[in-house]
């Protein structure tokens, strides 16, 4: 069934809609609840584009939208006997009657103040709605709907819809700049889907692994998890009729219209672990202004937001933004206010949160004293004592690197902050193991409630849901990353200031330890006990029903937790259960939990990707283990263009690889390179970094026994990654393979685009080679052109530097007009022979097989040998082959008809 399109601004089911209306097309009377059918398999759902066929008057609805308008185009049917035909608005409050267009039809303006009553918002926030269609023939209210009404001879009709949070002026005004009246909803459609195509391209997977079903299933969970990553968070800004960035504020208590960027619609307790990591990593230039409105809502709320829909809400624990916002300055994101950054994460860090709630650390007085909250202060507070944690270690690094990065470039633009702001760093970094180490309980290696005197409960069971665990139980809160990453990431020594290491692997009495407890997970029962929740909620469900253990995947507060196996020494225990979580956990129409603005869609696409970001706020990217063989990321940044280049096999001249070691273009790119890779291996070999350093060696203990990882400033430079893949790569002709990879490191990208396309890196040489040697041996002269144009092919290769790019690729294309050509003549060869002397071959072929049957029957059915003579009688041979199954005494007697 169906009544209405909604435009949502819901950021999730459980945090309600905001600024909401409704639309529909109308054949007969105008009812408040109009009653369509339709089948959602059979529609077209895009990110560009809605299209569906609704009955019972089968009619065709198309929606198509831009940052703040939309296009609707509706096709009534033909016919003018089914009554009126209209587009009706709902869940709006008019401000006019309607109005003509100059130029025929009609428009009118609406608002909403549609909010959900949790949130803190301003009284005058108001959503405007402008509509316009110029095929009306008049604009009528009815009950409480808004109709445009068209002639009942009418089929296509359209409808341009614009918004605005700052006027009906600036509705207008969006509609007319984004839609305007000169273009079809077909020009609409295609602006919109090349928006969506440049940002999905990005990320552009171009060879998946072996074709077939597997290969399609990760493709669509892929581009289905990279498409919700980049839903969220919401832009609110506009453009005014200056040409200024500009917005309305739901964070300032009193409204109004302010300058620059604004962001909403946010959950930081989800969002913080993977949206944020995989949009710096495949999309900065975005990520900056991104950041610039949480710190916009900062600036006009006092605050960074916790939760905001759209403003602030009071939802989740903890103060994630803080971390969001260091882990954009400590991987030096452009395009955001720094000192406006550091102002915000120490307010957050040091400044106890205001009663009315929403923001800032509650409880923070008591956090910094007893180095945790107590059950006294209430449920979640184990919770929420390691989110604070998490939130001071990040900022804590952010300050440093800041600071550093002042420093190094000699530009002291925060000089004046150098003693303040170093000092806070320490202090912040003392207060993150404290957390740990306070929370932490050696008898149950894990983290426990405790009350004031630091006493955890006799009654306290790992396996209990809820008291002082939000959303899990011990479990899932035990292994806060940031603490694992001061225990063994290299560079953290600022992690206690002295050369006694701290964090999770000393409490537990070694890295072996904690990678036993890490185990231990995996293996016991996926029971729970409800807990303080009273019911079993959904998270419980799901976890039991995902078989693996405590680890929950349907929830965001165990998403790190597999790649820790790496940072304690594991990789392959990493790379193997992350690789059951993509398989088990994700399907074409289903995800283990709730996606959460995108969260549990990212963490699938960083996964594929084989790069994880264990620890937001730091600098470490964790390996794991790439899903697909070729994936290119575009990077575009203050730091050029990056790209993340997956491929397997690749098998060019290891000779023409070594002559372009000193490309010039090698500061271009960053290669990953997997080889031989597919979906049923999942484990690496070896790990190597821009060819000679060896980041993992499964062979050589002394490599394999540390975490491995790469720091976001060697992604930023170029450098080439490759994967040496288990049980299918001959590790001994490594050399080969490494002189490949620098060849693919050195080309550029539209070179390696059309030599992967056209399938050129596997058989360009050869075809040179091949050509050389069938000219030697007296080929034809259109043979000895194709073995130069196959040569100068491969020669461009060798030297590419000196020729263009569209140079190149014509010359290579002329290398695989070659092979073409010589598989058209191999074809050709059996049309040259006559055609009674295919009908002999034929025939000799049919009696040689009739006489090995016939043998075969003989020997099975004690039958006496029928000797056909192939050789000197074919025709008469083949004449007497029915002979052979006619003579064969079958039983029963049917399946002598049927043979």
Known sequence: MFTWLRCTHQPSPWIGDWGNFLFTPVVGDAVRDPVHFWQPRSAVLKPYLFDAVIAPYNIRMELTPTDHAAFFRVTFPASADYGAKRVCFSDLQWDNNGESLQG???????????VHSERFVVSAFSFRVRAESPDAAQVERVQDMMCFKFRREATVVTVRIGTSLISAHQAELNLQREIPKDKSFDTILAESKDVWHQMMSRVNVLDAGEVGDMAEKHLTIFY???????????????????????????YDPHGGVHPGYLVTDNGFWDTFRTVYPLLSLAYPDHLGPIIQGWLNAFKEGGWLPSWASPGYRNCMVGTFADVVVADALVKNVPGFDRRMAIQALIRDAFEGAPRYGGVGKEGLNEYINLGYLPTENGGEVVSRTLDYGFADYSTAVAIQHVLDMDRSANTHEFRGEYEDWSGKAQQL?????????????????LMVPKDRHGRRSGRFSP?????????????????????????LEEGLGQCDGNSNRRGLASLHGGSAALLHKLEEMLKIPSNFQVGSYGQ?????????????????????????????????????????????????????????????????GSWYVLSALGMFVVTPGSDKYVVGSPLFRHVRIARRSSHGLFNLFALTNARLDPAIAA?????????????????????????????????????????????????????????????????????????????????????????????????????????VVAASASASVKKGAGGSTSEGNAAAAAAAGAHAVHNHHGTSNQELIKRLRAAEIYEKEQEALAHSSWSLVSPIVQIYMLMFVACLLACIASEILRTLLKQDRLVIDCIKDPVGASQRIPQLFRNVNWRPKHINHTV
């Open 224 to 250: 289905t998890g990279l498409y919700r990553a980049l839903t969220f968070p919401r832009r609110l800004d506009e453009i005014d009729a200056q040409g200024n960035v500009v917005h309305y504020s739901p």
């Open 104 to 114: 025929g039809g009609y428009s009118f303006d609406a608002h909403t103040n549609n």
């Open 659 to 763: 002559s372009t070691k000193t490309s010039s273009s090698t500061d271009e790119w960053l290669d990953i390179i997997a080889l031989g890779n597919d979906h049923r291996v999942r484990t690496s070999q070896r790990i190597r970094w821009n060819q000679d350093t060896v980041v993992m060696d499964r062979s050589n203990s002394a490599t394999y026994q540390q975490g491995v990882v790469l720091h976001d400033a060697q992604l930023q430079s170029h450098g080439l990654l490759q994967f040496f893949m288990t049980d299918t790569v001959d590790t001994t002709n490594e050399p080969k393979a490494v002189a490949e990879a620098t060849l693919l490191h050195s080309l550029p990208t539209e070179t390696i685009e059309s030599m992967h396309s056209q399938r050129y890196l596997t058989d």
């Open 463 to 487: 396996v209990e849901w809820g008291n002082g665990f939000t959303e899990g139980n011990s479990w899932h809160h035990s292994f806060p990353a940031y603490a694992v990453s001061c225990s």
């Open 536 to 600: 079993e909620i959904h998270e419980m469900t799901e976890m039991r029903a995902f078989a693996m253990g405590q680890y929950g995947h349907n929830n965001q507060p165990v998403h790190h937790i597999l790649y820790l196996f790496n940072l304690v020494g594991d990789i392959a225990a990493t790379q193997e259960h992350v690789r059951e979580v993509l398989d088990r956990g994700y399907g074409v129409d289903f995800y283990a939990g709730d996606e959460d603005n995108g969260e549990m």
């Open 429 to 445: 970094m003392e207060r993150a193991l404290r957390a740990v180490e306070r929370s932490y309980d050696a008898g149950m290696g």
